[in-house]
Every structure is written in structure tokens, then in C-alpha cells.
């Protein structure tokens, strides 16, 4: 099964920060010292979004009969 991924957008500042967006979901943005700290922030950050997402849209279909399926992705 091929493997879902998404693309960090990444730029060093002047103060020696990386900050990164993720090219996906623009909404997503974080900082690190280093590229790795940055990649496990914007991974967080996603998660974050993903889950506030995941409550208004939960939200919209209180009181209506709905089915609902998880997806995975490899």
C-alpha cells in the first residue's frame, strides 16, 4: 500500500529558527531549533487542526442519522 505524505515548506529565520507550513493545509504553521523538532511541531500542530476539524464538522450533524467509517491510510 503506498504511503500517504504531505510536504513542509521550510524556512530558516534570521534568529536561526526553522519555521515551517505545511503545503497541504496552509492553516498549519510551527518553529523548531532544529528540522526535526520542526517536523515533529508541524506534526502536532496537524493533529491539532485535524481534531478541532473533526469537532465542528461532528458538530454540524448532531441529531442526524449518519453513518461514519474510519479511512487509514499506510
Do not use: C, H
Amino acid at each position: 500500500m503506498k504511503r500517504v505524505s504531505i510536504t513542509a515548506i521550510i524556512e530558516e529565520s534570521s534568529d536561526g529558527w526553522f519555521v515551517g507550513q505545511i503545503e497541504e493545509f496552509p492553516e498549519v504553521i510551527s518553529q523548531g531549533k532544529t528540522i526535526d523538532e520542526l517536523k515533529e511541531n508541524l506534526k502536532a500542530a496537524l493533529k491539532f487542526e485535524m481534531e478541532m476539524r473533526r469537532e465542528k464538522t461532528q458538530q454540524q450533524y448532531l441529531g442526524r442519522k449518519t453513518i461514519r467509517r474510519k479511512i487509514t491510510f499506510a
